[in-house]
């Protein structure tokens, strides 16, 4: 898989995503920094790249419809959480191979324990 990473994520997380064999691109390394929700979404689905975000705003399928992008990856983070727990957090659910294949055209609701799809 390739994956776009937000820039609300740790850098910390980009090795994450590589330990799992995937492909990573960072919003912070592609010009995206302080881009919009809407900019980030467009280079993602330009480039075919699933989305990984702390970012509760790409949950909204109204606005961000998963069938139209490579996978949506919204991790559901505490406001105390440190860059341990979210790599923890993603570790846990990139673990889930079988699921992590299918993420194209789905949107992951990530929390501890406990992920949701949403395809529509």
Do not use: W
């Not at 995937?22 to 280079?43: C, N």
């Not at 673990?95 to 529509?120: F, H, W």
Request: hydrophobic share 40%; proline share 4%.
């Amino acid at each position: 898989m390739r994956f776009l990473i937000d820039a609300d994520l740790p850098r910390s997380t980009n090795e994450t995503v590589r330990h799992f064999g995937h492909e990573v691109a960072d919003v912070r390394d592609v010009g995206l920094r302080s881009a919009k929700d809407d900019i980030i979404a467009r280079y993602a689905q330009s480039h075919q790249l699933c989305i990984i975000t702390g970012d509760s705003d790409f949950a909204d399928i109204r606005n961000y419809p998963p069938k139209q992008y490579a996978g949506i990856v919204v991790l559901d983070l505490p406001r105390t959480a440190n860059s341990a727990y979210i790599n923890q957090l993603l570790k846990d659910f990139l673990s889930q191979t079988d699921l992590v294949k299918s993420l194209y055209g789905k949107l992951a609701m990530v929390e501890p324990g406990r992920v949701r799809i949403r395809e529509a």
